[in-house]
């Protein structure tokens, strides 16, 4: 994943990320598989609802939470690594 810091002035700092679909996939993937098993759906038992079916019903939704989940992480990382300090987010 890349970034940049944008210093927007003196004292506010804009950090861009950069998340390719290669870097998506294995997270996106690894979250459908973890919300699979609690999927409920007329016609099939809890939990055994066909991935496609899964994708379909929620893949939007899964593939947000797994790119703020990336940037959530990334973003400690960043601030840890180049030492800046945070006051507010917006």
Do not use: H
Not at 63 to 87: C, P, S
Request: hydrophobic letters at 40%; proline letters at 4%.
């Amino acid at each position: 994943m890349e970034y940049k810091i944008n210093s927007i002035e003196d004292t506010v700092q804009e950090i861009e990320f950069i998340i390719t679909n290669d870097e998506l996939t294995p997270a996106y993937n690894q979250a459908l598989l973890k919300l699979q098993p609690k999927v409920a759906l007329a016609g099939f038992r809890k939990g055994k609802v066909p991935m496609p079916m899964v994708k379909n019903m929620y893949g939007e939704s899964v593939k947000y939470e797994a790119q703020q989940d990336m940037v959530n992480v990334k973003f400690r990382e960043v601030i840890n690594e180049k030492k800046v300090g945070v006051i507010g987010l917006v």
